[in-house]
């Protein structure tokens, strides 16, 4: 069973307006902040909980940041789970999985805390 998860609270890494919203300039300096967190000689899975911010990030935006993960491959090679509150869009979430998953990235969101840590969790398929 893995237990290498670093758990990525967005509060803890970027400033966001006092309704809690983030931008696409934000999302990207959050993006640079947490390739430095998991630089290759520290991979670690992540779970980035976004549940007390509000996205106004638009589909545009969202492919982007996936773009923008590329400059940095080798910090996001591993599992990385978001966690979503009950604001946040679903579809633009599940738009972010899949723009990933075809950039050969694990992204997965989730709106349940457990079910995030124990799909990290979860041994990889072999």
Request: proline share 3%; charged share 30%.
């Amino acid at each position: 069973m893995k237990a290498e998860i670093k758990f990525v609270k967005t509060k803890d890494f970027i400033k966001t307006t006092a309704t809690g919203e983030l931008n696409l300039a934000e999302s990207k300096k959050v993006l640079t902040e947490l390739a430095v967190l998991n630089s290759p000689d520290d991979l670690h899975d992540l779970l980035i909980d976004i549940r007390e911010t509000v996205s106004v990030l638009t589909l545009s935006d969202i492919y982007e940041l996936v773009a923008e993960v590329g400059k940095y491959r080798q910090s996001f090679r591993n599992n990385i789970a978001i966690l979503i509150g009950p604001g946040h869009d679903i579809d633009k979430a599940r738009f972010l999985e899949m723009c990933a998953s075809n950039r050969g990235y694990s992204v997965n969101v989730f709106t349940d805390f457990e079910e995030s840590v124990n799909w990290l969790m979860c041994p990889d398929p072999e």
